[in-house]
């Protein structure tokens, strides 16, 4: 079993900064691909960014690449979402979620492969 928790949602004003983290617990969390997801009143759950088990490579959606940001840091079960120059339609709860799969060699975004989820944190950005 693996317990996500995610910190650092709140509310800013347009072309703020926010940084997202999600703390892992339980299984070795090393060894599973990441992603960050996001929802918005309404809306399905989408795909925002993804980084593989040992940090080497990354995946963004295009709307977020060049101001969105995702790290690890493996030796304190960390995965992070740097995200910049934030827009009024990004507002939405933030949920990060590990691969099904440990060492899948792709970084997937759809939501049905990813097996555990933290609760969400709240991201709302005024105009």
């Known amino acids: 079993q693996v317990q996500l928790v995610e910190s650092g949602g709140g509310l800013v004003q347009a072309g703020d900064s926010l940084r997202l983290s999600c703390a892992a617990a339980?299984?070795?969390?090393?060894?599973?691909?990441m992603g960050w997801f996001r929802q918005a009143p309404g809306k399905e759950r989408e795909f925002v960014a993804g980084?593989?088990?040992?940090?080497?490579?990354?995946r963004y959606v295009d709307s977020v690449k060049g101001r969105f940001t995702i790290s690890r840091e493996n030796a304190k079960n960390t995965v992070y979402l740097q995200m910049n120059s934030l827009k009024p339609e990004e507002t939405a709860v933030y949920y990060c979620?590990?691969?099904?799969?440990?060492?899948?060699?792709?970084?997937?975004?759809?939501?049905?492969?990813?097996?555990?989820w933290g609760q969400g944190t709240q991201v709302t950005v005024s105009s």
């Open positions: 979620a590990a691969d099904g799969q440990r060492w899948r060699g792709s970084i997937v975004g759809v939501t049905s492969e990813y097996r555990y």
């Open positions: 980084i593989n088990w040992n940090g080497s490579r990354t």
């Open positions: 339980g299984r070795i969390v090393s060894n599973y691909n």
